[in-house]
């Protein structure tokens, strides 16, 4: 089995839900008393979040870049970032270590190309759903058409993210904004929506509605999964 590396915190909740899966994941498949094999850096959220807001992109990949090669110096095999928000630095952190990352837009696009959906809803941080490194990467190497809420919804979505879930408060008037604006999504021809930030889960999930969802936590997990038992 190899080693799966972790690189959480952002937020810590999140980052529980991919320990949980993960090792849930490798008992489903191994049986008995199996479980995953993991080295994982959890940084502090709020220096994190602070310079994403700044727009210090530059000094996030710093930090990253460093708990990255500690986990790659713990014996990881390959990395994964539990987080969407931050992949938009896996070129800076990809230049720093020598194992790969397994990306979680390209695990998400894999599964909506296996699935037929070729115009897909996404939401998440502002970051993700307004700057190109995620859309531009489902649209250009997959060919998946990206729709976004308008701005409004945008902001929802944004403070409930960081002022709700990422602290660990769960709300139903904000589980019923998030739900109208999924619905907003497939009324624009949205054929599923992304639950492209690794929190949403925690207030949404398929149960929720009969649109679907690709939960991004869910997938990466499982593709995380399949890595670490591959050849076996």
């Not at 190309?113 to 070729?118: A, N, Y």
């Not at 409004?152 to 109208?180: F, M, N, P």
């Amino acid at each position: 089995m190899k080693t799966i590396g972790l690189l959480g915190g952002m937020s810590w909740e999140s980052t529980a839900s991919y320990y949980k899966a993960l090792n849930e994941g490798i008992k489903a498949k191994l049986g008995g008393l199996n479980s995953a094999k993991i080295s994982l850096y959890s940084v502090n959220f709020d220096e994190v979040e602070q310079l994403q807001h700044q727009g210090k992109w530059a000094d996030t990949a710093v930090i990253l870049a460093s708990a990255a090669k500690s986990v790659e110096r713990a014996g990881a095999d390959f990395l994964m970032i539990c987080t969407n928000t931050m992949h938009k630095v896996v070129p800076e952190i990809e230049a720093q270590i020598n194992i790969p990352i397994l990306h979680i837009a390209d695990a998400t696009a894999q599964c909506l190309v296996q699935d037929g959906v070729s115009k897909v809803g996404l939401l998440g941080t502002q970051f993700t759903m307004e700057q190109d490194f995620y859309k531009g990467r489902l649209s250009d190497k997959f060919g998946i058409e990206v729709i976004v809420p308008d701005k409004c919804d945008r902001e929802t979505i944004h403070h409930v993210i960081y002022d709700e879930l990422c602290r660990g408060i769960i709300k139903a008037d904000s589980k019923e904004q998030y739900l109208k604006i999924i619905t907003h999504l497939h009324e624009q021809g949205a054929q599923a929506v992304i639950l492209g930030c690794t929190e949403i889960a925690l207030l949404v999930n398929q149960n929720s509605t009969c649109i679907p969802l690709y939960d991004t936590t869910d997938i990466h997990a499982k593709k995380g999964v399949e890595l670490a038992l591959q050849g076996l």
